[in-house]
């Protein structure tokens, strides 16, 4: 009974991360915020909605920080599987209801559905290697995109992604390249008895 309680809190997590996420997005939509570049030669303007992305990468590592190695050590069902596409499944539906929002509103509600991918790649990633502290790379991400700069005003670093504008195409192909290898590092490096 245990188990049953503790994976309804898990999955009770995702419903309330999506709705604080498009609730977010919506309400900092539009709104940048300007921090001094302290390497860059310019300091780029950074979306606020750009910070909301962040939380369903925390959201989807509370849920695989939840799992119980003992129950699943003696499971018949492949329950890593299972880990894997409710992980990916949830950022990819996170990345969809702000891509649809985006044609509504601004271009801003674009560019956070794409560092979504990004951030929930980068956790996922990390998470065989560091457990519960791949949530601090995405946030580690994204302080270094603001505070590096950009080469000239409105032109970062085309490595940081998190402040290119909608319609870069390299960032778009940059955020599904590293959500990709998430999940594959997700899939290959984390062993069975431990998912």
């Known amino acids: 009974m245990n188990w049953w309680l503790r994976q309804r809190g898990a999955l009770g997590l995702l419903p309330g991360a999506l709705l604080a996420f498009v609730l977010g997005i919506g309400v900092t939509s539009g709104a940048s915020v300007v921090l001094p570049a302290?390497?860059?030669?310019?300091?780029?303007?950074?979306?606020?909605?750009?910070?909301?992305?962040?939380?369903?990468s925390v959201v989807v590592i509370a849920c695989l920080e939840r799992r119980m190695p003992s129950v699943e050590h003696s499971a018949i069902r492949r329950l890593d599987a299972r880990d894997v596409i409710l992980v990916s499944g949830f950022a990819i539906l996170?990345?969809?209801?702000?891509?649809?929002?985006?044609?509504?509103?601004?271009?801003?509600?674009?560019?956070a559905a794409r560092n979504n991918l990004l951030f929930c790649g980068l956790a996922l990633g990390v998470w065989p290697l560091i457990g519960h502290r791949a949530t601090l790379v995405p946030v580690f991400w994204m302080i270094q995109s603001?505070?590096?700069?950009?080469?000239?005003?409105?032109?970062?670093?085309?490595?940081?992604?998190?402040?290119?504008?909608?319609?870069?195409?390299?960032?778009?192909?940059?955020?599904?390249?590293?959500?990709?290898?998430?999940i594959l590092s997700l899939t290959c490096f984390v062993p069975r008895t431990d998912r």
């Open 38 to 56: 302290f390497l860059g030669n310019y300091a780029m303007a950074t979306e606020l909605s750009n910070f909301v992305a962040i939380i369903p």
């Open 94 to 111: 996170a990345t969809a209801v702000a891509a649809g929002m985006s044609l509504l509103g601004p271009e801003a509600l674009l560019v």
């Open 146 to 182: 603001m505070f590096l700069g950009g080469r000239s005003p409105g032109d970062p670093y085309p490595w940081v992604i998190v402040t290119e504008a909608a319609h870069v195409t390299h960032a778009a192909v940059g955020a599904a390249a590293v959500f990709l290898a998430g």
